[in-house]
Antibody, heavy 115, light 113 residues
Framework: EVQLAESGGGLVQPGGSLRLSCAAS????????MSWVRQAPGKGLEWVAN????????YYVDSVKGRFTISRDNAQNLLFLQMNSLRAEDTAVYYC????????WGQGTLVTVSS | DVVMTQSPLSLPVTLGQPASISCRSS???????????LNWFHQRPGQSPRRLIY???KRDSGVPDRFSGSGSGTDFTLTISRVEAEDVGVYYC??????????FGQGTKVEIK
């Protein structure tokens, strides 16, 4: 069974940083593109970033370019999202998902950016 | 960026009756490889989204066959042949043909009349 478990969310002040993690199991993580998607409170879904199996390709939505970095540790089956210079508009539940086509999702972790 | 426009945004449905959701893209979603990278997701209240359909019409494992995806070019439809109570929630379309970025529709909220 595919399992994805996000962690690392919380309350952070504007301009601060957070590092999200996603622990994966039940599939060959090292052979899978992985993605991050977010959902602001009461709003729709927004693709944030994705990363190729070998990290040679990474893509970001324009609004996070230069502030967020996606990475992975294939030995530990972990996906990361380093978020710097956080803004109020980054407040959302962040989901990790398997594949570019988002075939499986975690339960999400809430990031709140507020003073 | 490709803009995905869903309609309606709210859909009251009757149990046992069919329902359909429309999704239109601002550009054709036919990829140069011949595939149409159009997915459908369902999010129940308080839950994570779940993929129902990928590549226009392929149903994910475990998805009931009352769900079907269809369309071509810029016009797409998710059809529920007979609505059940567990089908309530918000449905999203998403394109991956012209990426990055991967873009979602606004969502359609389905509720029982």
């Amino acid at each position: 069974e595919v399992q994805l478990a996000e962690s690392g969310g919380g309350l952070v002040q504007p301009g601060g940083s957070l590092r999200l993690s996603c622990a994966a199991s039940g599939f060959t993580f090292s052979s899978s593109w992985m993605s991050w998607v977010r959902q602001a409170p009461g709003k729709g879904l927004e693709w944030v970033a994705n990363i190729r199996e070998d990290e040679r390709e990474k893509y970001y939505v324009d609004s996070v370019k230069g502030r967020f970095t996606i990475s992975r540790d294939n030995a530990q089956n972990l996906l990361f999202l380093q978020m710097n210079s956080l803004r109020a508009e980054d407040t959302a539940v962040y989901y990790c998902a398997r594949y570019i086509s988002l075939g499986d999702w975690g339960q999400g972790t809430l990031v709140t950016v507020s003073s | 960026d490709v803009v995905m426009t869903q309609s309606p945004l709210s859909l009251p449905v009757t149990l046992g009756q069919p329902a359909s959701i429309s999704c239109r893209s601002s550009q054709s979603l036919v990829h140069r490889d011949g595939n149409t990278y159009l997915n459908w997701f369902h999010q129940r209240p308080g839950q994570s989204p779940r993929r129902l359909i990928y590549k226009l019409s392929k149903r994910d494992s475990g998805v009931p066959d009352r769900f079907s995806g269809s369309g071509s070019g810029t016009d797409f439809t998710l059809t529920i042949s007979r609505v059940e109570a567990e089908d309530v929630g918000v449905y999203y379309c998403m394109q991956g043909t012209h990426s990055p970025p991967w873009t979602f529709g606004q969502g359609t909220k389905v509720e029982i009349k």
